[in-house]
């Protein structure tokens, strides 16, 4: 498990990747080829990673996505160190804030 400032990072196994993955679509990367997992409201930062991978987004609107670095990949924040990710599949989950009457996701 990894974490970098509000985004938690959880390893899945591969026989544990629902199987509507495989036909769901892919995020796009970013103007700078990567993929963005958290983008800071406020300061404009990004949680991203670089490199070979895959980023899709599960239904909802709080969905964690799944991100697959078949050769492993760098996790980076201009604000936070890199994070080396091994080979696989991993749930992305943004840090949620309770407010009186809603749950939101927590502004960056």
């Given at each position: ?10 390893s899945?196994?591969?026989e544990?990747v ?33 490199g ?16 697959h ?14 994070i ?25």
């Amino acid at each position: 498990m990894y974490r970098q400032g509000d985004v938690l990072i959880v390893s899945v196994a591969e026989e544990a990747v629902p199987e509507h993955v495989e036909r769901a679509p892919r995020e796009p990367r970013d103007g700078r080829g990567r993929l963005v997992l958290a983008l800071g409201e406020v300061t404009g930062h990004a949680h991203a990673v670089v490199g070979p991978g895959e980023l899709v987004r599960e239904p909802g609107p709080f969905g964690p996505m799944l991100l697959h670095v078949p050769r492993g990949g760098r996790v980076v924040h201009e604000e936070h160190g890199t994070i080396v990710l091994p080979a696989g599949w991993y749930r992305v989950i943004r840090q949620r804030e309770y407010v009186p009457g809603s749950v939101r996701i927590v502004a960056d």
